[in-house]
C-alpha cells in the first residue's frame, strides 16, 4: 500500500465493550476492519464492574476477609478464562493467554493478601490492586486479536510511557516525560504496522509506583497517546450513540448530538453526561485534536464529534439537557451570616477536608444562607462535617437537608449572550408545574442548572428537550 495515507487513530473501548464473549468479537472484527486501512492504537478499560469488584475486595481484605480474596480472584479467573475460551480459536493462544492471566492474577493475590495481613489499606496499595482490572482486559483482548490474525504488542499504562504524579487514585499525567516515552515506545511498533494494545487508566509514577488516572480514565489514556503521538483523531467507543440531547433512558425523543464543542462537552461531562471522563478532553482540546464518540454496538450509526469550534451553527442555542440525579441539597442558614467574610470558605474547607464534592453552590444576596448540592451518597458526612463546624463556630444558625433531590442543567455555547433563555428555561418547567428549588448559571454562560424534586427530574428534561426541539 505504499504512497497511500494512513490516518492515525487511537481508539479506546470501555468495559461493556469487551466485558464478554458476544462484545469483544465485535471489537475485534471493528479493530481489524479499521486496522487493515489505518494505524490504530487500542486502548481498553477493565471488564465492566470490575474496577468495582476489585475495589469491594481490597476494602474487605483491610478489614481481614481473607476469604473474599479467594473469591474475587477465583470469579476474575473464571470470568476471564471464559471469554478467552469463546473469543480465541486456537488452542495454544488459549494456553497462552490463560497462563498470563495466571501470573496476574496471582500477583492480585498476593497483594490483596497483603493488605489483609496489614489491616490498612492506602490510596497507593489500592491503586496497584486496581491496575490488575485493565492488565487482565488486555491480556484478553491482545490474546483474541493475535488469534484473529493481527500483530499486537500489549502494554501496559507504564510500559506504553505514561508518567504521573503520586496523586494515588486521582494521578495527573506529567506530560513532557510522558510524550516522549510514548513517542519512543509506540512509533516504532506502529511503524513496524504492529497493533499497540494498551491498558486503560493505569500508569505509573517516575520510580515506577503503579497510579489510577481516576474512576473512567480510560478515555483520559487514550487522549494523552493520542495527543503525544499527534494522532489524527481518537475514538472513544463506547455503548450509545455518541453524546446525546438528553440521556436516553429518561428522554425517548434523545438524539445524537453530531458535532459539538470541547468547552461545551466538558461541560455535559460536569453535569452527569456518562460519554467521557472530565478532564479526558484536556489534552485534545489543548492541541485541537478531534475526538470521536461512537457505539460499539452500531458502528455505522451516528456519533458525535468533538471539535474545537463549531463548524455548524447550531439553529438552537441549548444543544443538551443533561442531569444529576440522586443528589442531595444542603442548606445553611442563619442571619449571622450577613457580612462575615469567609463563611462560605469554611463551609466549603469543612466539606472539602471530609471528601465531600459539592456538585452545585448558590448564595442568596442577602448572605443569609448557603445551599449546596451533593451526591446523595455523601450527604451524611456532609452533614456531620457541618454540624461540627457549627459546633467549633457558630458561624450559622441551622442546618437543614433534603435527599430527594436532582440536577438538571441545559447546555450549550450559543447560550451565551442570548436573551431570554432562562426565561423560556423557567416557563417550560413552571408550565409543567415543577417547582425549582435552587438555581445556577456558571458564568461560563455555557449551562444553567437547578434542582428540582427527584420526582420531577423526568418532567423537568421533557419538558426542555420539547422547549428547544431537541428532538427534531
Ligand atoms: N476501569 C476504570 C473504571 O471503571 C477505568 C475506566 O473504565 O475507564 O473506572
Ligand atoms: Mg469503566
Given at each position: ?259 459539538i464543542s470541547f468547552?461545551?462537552a ?15 478532553l484536556?489534552?485534545a ?5 478531534p475526538v470521536r464518540v ?10 458525535t464529534l468533538i471539535l ?165
Amino acid at each position: 500500500m505504499t504512497g497511500e495515507y494512513f490516518l492515525l487513530i487511537v481508539m479506546k473501548f470501555g468495559g461493556r465493550s469487551v466485558g464478554g464473549a458476544e462484545a469483544l468479537r465485535n471489537v475485534v472484527a471493528l479493530i481489524s476492519n479499521y486496522a487493515s486501512a489505518n494505524d490504530v492504537v487500542v486502548v481498553t478499560s477493565a471488564m465492566n464492574g470490575v474496577t468495582n469488584s476489585l475495589i469491594q475486595a481490597a476494602t474487605r481484605a483491610s478489614q481481614r476477609d481473607e476469604k473474599h480474596v479467594a473469591e474475587v480472584t477465583e470469579q476474575l479467573r473464571t470470568r476471564h478464562e471464559n471469554v478467552c475460551e469463546q473469543v480465541i480459536t486456537r488452542t495454544d493462544e488459549i494456553k497462552r493467554t490463560i497462563a498470563r492471566l495466571d501470573l496476574e492474577l496471582r500477583e492480585l493475590e498476593k497483594a490483596l493478601t497483603g493488605v489483609s495481613y496489614l489491616g490498612e489499606l492506602t490510596p497507593r496499595s489500592l491503586d496497584y490492586v486496581l491496575s490488575f482490572g485493565e492488565k487482565l482486559s488486555t491480556l484478553v483482548l491482545a490474546g483474541s486479536l493475535h488469534d484473529s490474525g493481527l500483530s499486537v504488542q500489549r502494554l501496559t499504562g507504564e510500559e506504553a510511557g505514561i508518567v504521573t504524579d503520586a496523586s494515588f487514585g486521582e494521578a495527573t499525567p506529567l506530560m513532557n516525560v510522558t510524550q516522549l516515552k510514548l513517542e519512543e515506545k509506540l512509533c516504532p511498533l506502529i511503524k513496524d504496522r504492529k497493533i499497540p494494545v494498551v491498558t486503560g487508566y493505569i500508569a505509573a509514577t517516575q520510580d515506577g509506583v503503579p497510579t489510577t488516572l481516576g474512576r473512567g480514565g480510560s478515555d483520559y489514556t487514550a487522549t494523552i497517546i493520542g495527543s503525544a503521538l499527534g494522532a489524527d483523531e481518537v475514538w472513544i467507543w463506547t455503548d450509545v450513540d455518541g453524546i446525546m440531547t438528553a440521556d436516553p433512558k429518561i428522554e425517548h425523543a434523545a438524539q445524537t448530538i453530531r458535532e459539538i464543542s470541547f468547552m461545551e462537552a466538558m461541560e455535559m461531562s460536569h453535569f452527569g453526561a456518562k460519554a467521557m471522563h472530565p478532564r479526558a478532553l484536556e489534552p485534545a482540546a489543548k492541541i485541537g485534536l478531534p475526538v470521536r464518540v461512537k457505539n460499539t454496538f452500531n458502528p455505522n450509526g451516528p456519533d458525535t464529534l468533538i471539535l474545537q469550534d463549531q463548524r455548524i451553527k447550531s439553529v438552537n442555542v441549548v444543544k443538551a439537557v443533561t442531569s444529576v440525579r440522586e443528589a442531595s441539597m444542603v442548606t445553611v442558614s442563619g442571619a449571622g451570616m450577613h457580612g462575615a467574610p469567609g463563611t462560605a470558605a469554611k463551609v466549603l474547607d469543612a466539606l472539602g477536608k471530609n471528601d465531600v464534592n459539592v456538585l452545585m453552590i448558590s448564595q442568596s444576596s442577602s448572605e443569609a444562607n448557603i445551599s449546596l448540592v451533593t451526591a446523595r451518597s455523601s450527604l451524611e458526612r456532609a452533614v456531620t462535617a457541618l454540624k461540627e463546624l457549627l459546633l467549633k463556630e457558630s458561624l450559622f444558625k441551622e442546618i437543614t437537608s433534603e435527599d430527594d433531590v436532582s440536577i438538571v442543567a441545559a447546555v450549550g455555547a450559543g447560550m451565551k449572550g442570548t436573551l431570554g433563555i432562562a426565561a423560556r428555561i423557567f416557563r417550560a418547567i413552571a408550565d409543567k408545574g415543577v417547582n425549582v428549588k435552587m438555581i445556577a448559571q456558571g458564568s461560563s454562560e455555557l449551562n444553567i442548572s437547578f434542582v428540582v424534586r427527584e420526582d420531577d427530574v423526568l418532567k423537568s428534561v421533557h419538558a426542555l428537550h420539547e422547549e428547544f426541539r431537541l428532538g427534531d
